[in-house]
């Protein structure tokens, strides 16, 4: 008996089928409770789909797609002029886009295949839900203009071709930094031990300079009653990004503490009993995923308050023997500098507008160009 292999697409993890999260036994970011966040309290600019593949009947695979309009926001930023002409071409031809993935996040997080669902035949199965999924929006009045698919290893680009993506075009944007804990390290102070003179130094300078910041783990409550001073910093860092696709809304960290619990870690930094930073921890397996985080600029310059809270990251990683934190995108350099690696990751794209599509490689080099970085060596 041949077997047969189809697809159903969710607009609510509430609808989701019990054996769901069996499948994301292993990846939280899959998970139903994780899914119901990006259900209740999403970006503005984007709405999710949640895909389950079957085998004769079965569920055998599960993913997750995003639909994000970019015409609400400015995507490019250029600090020195008030008209951004990579923001204008972008918006004109690329406003509407759909992906399989999760675009607030860097990593793996869009698709889980069972023993019963070979990869290509599950690749081919997401390739056909996102074209129902761009002629469903056709049907509701908006045109897609750029397919996607993030974020994936090197070594799995030919199952993709095989599976039927040869018209999209491969592409790698800034890396993932993963910090990997040594089997040796089982405190912070084992972690000092094996840093260079150099950045052994780094660390005691960053945390004299922290001197009279206090953090403190914030429980749902907490996050719900300073959530306009956290929407405040959180701002300030994501408008200092040259690129943005999204803004998270106000209630995304306590929906995220209603439906996580202690799965999701809130710290908040104090500086005479004012609320000047915060950071965010999902835990995942052996993984541990830094979230957004917020902070007072002034504060940051002068209390090297992000590198603090780097160092903090890791000595909690370390503490609760974690295997790796994903420190994902931005801030290569100085997440570097505190021992993480950059993962070269990538994406496929594709525009629907055939004649467009044909320079879609030179296109997207324009619109995002590689960032010149330089890692650094923090260890002996």
């Known amino acids: 008996m041949s077997t047969i292999y189809n697809y159903k697409i969710y607009t609510s993890a509430s609808h989701l089928p019990l054996e769901w999260d069996i499948l994301a036994e292993n990846n939280i970011f899959l998970s139903k409770s994780y899914l119901a ?25 599960i993913a997750v ?5 970019l015409s609400s926001i400015a995507t490019f930023k250029d600090r020195k002029k008030r008209f951004c002409i990579k923001d204008y071409f972008f918006k004109k031809f690329s406003s509407h886009t759909l992906i399989i993935g999760n675009n607030t996040l860097t990593g793996q997080n869009a698709y889980l295949f069972g023993e019963n669902l070979p990869e290509r035949q599950g690749l081919a199965l997401l390739l056909k839900a996102i074209h129902k999924l761009k002629e469903q929006y056709k049907d509701k009045g908006i045109a897609i203009n ?15 071709e095989k599976a039927g993506y ?26 000092i031990t094996d840093l260079n003179t150099k950045y052994r130094t780094q660390y005691n300078r960053a945390r004299k300079k922290a ?20 929407s405040e910093l959180y701002t300030t860092v994501a408008n200092r990004a040259s690129f943005n696709t999204f803004f998270l809304p106000a209630n995304h960290f306590y929906t995220l503490k209603q439906k996580l619990g202690d799965n999701f870690r809130f710290y ?103 960032i010149q970085w330089k890692p650094r060596s923090p260890f002996k």
Not at 146 to 160: G, H, T
Request: hydrophobic share 35%.
């Open 37 to 61: 966040v990006l259900e209740e309290a999403p970006p503005e600019n984007m709405q999710c789909h949640f895909i389950g593949l079957y085998c004769n009947g079965k569920l055998c695979g």
């Open 65 to 69: 797609s995003q639909y994000i309009d």
């Open 146 to 160: 750029l397919l996607a698919i993030k974020d994936f290893n090197d070594s799995e680009w030919p199952c993709f």
């Open 166 to 191: 040869k018209r999209y075009y491969k592409f790698s944007t800034q890396p993932n930094m993963i910090f990997n804990i040594r089997k040796h390290w089982s405190s912070l102070e084992d972690y």
């Open 211 to 230: 001197a009279g910041i206090t953090k403190r783990k914030f429980t749902e409550n907490d996050i719900n009653e300073n959530a306009q001073r956290i």
């Open 268 to 370: 908040g930094y104090f500086l005479d009993d004012r609320l000047v930073g915060f950071s965010t921890l999902i835990k995942n397996g052996h993984n541990m995923d830094t979230y957004f985080l917020g902070y007072d600029e002034k504060i940051q310059k002068e209390n090297l308050l992000y590198l603090n809270m780097l160092y903090d990251m890791a000595a909690y990683a370390i503490k609760k023997d974690y295997r790796h934190i994903i420190f994902a995108r931005s801030a290569m350099e100085i997440k570097s500098s505190v021992g993480a690696e950059a993962e070269k990751v990538y994406g496929l794209i594709k525009h629907t507008n055939p004649l467009i599509n044909l320079f879609i490689g030179k296109l997207f080099r324009y619109f995002d160009p590689e």
